[in-house]
């Protein structure tokens, strides 16, 4: 056991010095965001630092030649000059492999230009692609991308405040209707979310709702491709959360050939500003190659936190339902991604379950399709029930979770949830 815990660490630390450039933006566009007053901290920030109790520490996972180490550094001078409690370890992987293997392997990072927070055992991670907001629109004709927002205060701020409150937010998984197991390590499994979760100083834990109740703890319900119907009392018991002020994650993939059943969410969200359609989206204006009709590759977002950030990026949806809005007392909705204009839901489930050709009419879902769909209370937006529906469930899994921006989704919503 400890050569192969030896081998898994030499081999990161491998990891992490050779993904420093990979990650790096090679033609990366740095601005002077001096005159903005990029380092200047805030009266929130400062009066935080001002009352902290307990060391902190922060480790800083960078090359001096890494993107943002520069404003990184320069920041987290000015947070240690506003609290004798934080201490600022710097770690070059390039010129400290062996101490960046120790290091990497004590508290679990695997991603290169990451700044970690640990105060007793709670820790927080901040990535570089979460310390700045970028203007992709040249890239596509060779043109670097550029910062328009270095995000660091709030970041660090941020992840301050979670290893300093001792409050774990807790986010509950149902279990019992075919869903994907957040334990599970296979490639349909959730493993890798959920380790992305725990390094968010969130806690995973998994729940039946035949119990009658969401547990009194849960800041966060996730219904992950269940593939069963929920009895009436779940759903009773789900909708009873949501009325107190209850946040939930749904994932409702498409019903094809006896798969996939209808889940009974589908009435209820619509009481909460949210329609779950019968189809299966394609987007021939997105296809990939080698990969057929039925994954959808997103690329258009539209305005809301949960997506804000991700313009540039892009979502693959392996097999998707349409998702849209729809009026519901009480309740304000906000699409957050659709297909292009040439993608339809088909709504010849039969055919498709067949695999007989289809085309778009007048029947099916029209252009452009909406896949995701935010939600909330429209009385009390702070403290209220918060709801964020996608079309699919695949997205998460081991198998997919780490393509382009689908890590981004998921973790950017459930930080909006659970806020």
Aim: proline share 5%.
């Amino acid at each position: 056991v400890a050569a192969s815990s030896t081998s898994l660490a030499v081999l990161l630390a491998v990891a992490l010095l050779g993904m420093v450039n990979w990650l790096g933006f090679r033609h990366y566009v740095r601005s002077d965001w001096t005159g903005s007053q990029m380092y200047s901290l805030s009266d929130k920030s400062t009066n935080i630092l001002k009352d902290l109790k307990d060391p902190v520490r922060i480790i800083v996972f960078m090359t001096q030649g890494s993107p943002l180490y520069t404003e990184a550094k320069e920041l987290l001078s000015r947070y240690q000059a506003a609290s004798p409690k934080l201490t600022v370890e710097y770690i070059d992987p390039e010129r400290e492999p062996l101490r960046t293997q120790q290091l990497a392997q004590e508290f679990g990072v695997s991603v290169a230009n990451t700044v970690v927070f640990v105060a007793a055992d709670r820790k927080k991670y901040v990535t570089s692609d979460q310390l700045a907001e970028y203007d992709y629109s040249g890239y596509q004709m060779g043109q670097a991308p550029k910062m328009k927002a270095f995000k660091g205060e709030e970041q660090f701020t941020s992840a301050i405040m979670g290893v300093v409150n001792p409050k774990m937010p807790k986010i509950y998984f149902t279990t019992g209707h075919g869903e994907a197991d957040p334990d599970g390590p296979t490639e349909g499994g959730l493993s890798q979310v959920k380790e992305a979760l725990k390094r968010d100083n969130l806690a995973v834990e998994k729940t039946s709702l035949l119990s009658g109740a969401v547990p009194e703890d849960c800041d966060l319900l996730v219904v992950a491709g269940p593939r069963a119907a929920f009895a009436p009392g779940e759903l009773t018991a789900f909708k009873a959360y949501l009325d107190k002020g209850g946040r939930g994650f749904v994932m409702l993939d498409p019903v094809l050939g006896g798969r996939v059943t209808g889940s009974g969410l589908e009435t209820l969200l619509g009481e909460y500003g949210v329609q779950v359609n019968e189809d299966l989206v394609v987007d021939p204006g997105r296809r990939l190659p080698f990969v057929g009709l039925e994954s959808v590759y997103v690329t258009d977002f539209r305005a809301h936190p949960v997506v804000d950030a991700m313009q540039g990026l892009a979502v693959l949806l392996p097999v998707a339902r349409s998702v849209s809005t729809v009026a519901a007392p009480g309740a304000t909705s906000t699409i957050l991604l659709t297909t292009s204009d040439q993608g339809w839901g088909e709504t010849d489930l039969q055919a498709v379950a067949q695999r007989q050709p289809v085309a778009k009419d007048a029947k099916d879902t029209q252009p452009p399709v909406s896949l995701g769909v935010a939600a909330q209370s429209e009385t009390d937006k702070d403290t209220g029930w918060r709801l964020v529906v996608i079309g699919n469930s695949a997205f998460v899994s081991n198998a997919y979770v780490a393509n382009v921006g689908n890590p981004n989704l998921a973790l950017n919503a459930i930080n909006w949830l659970v806020k």
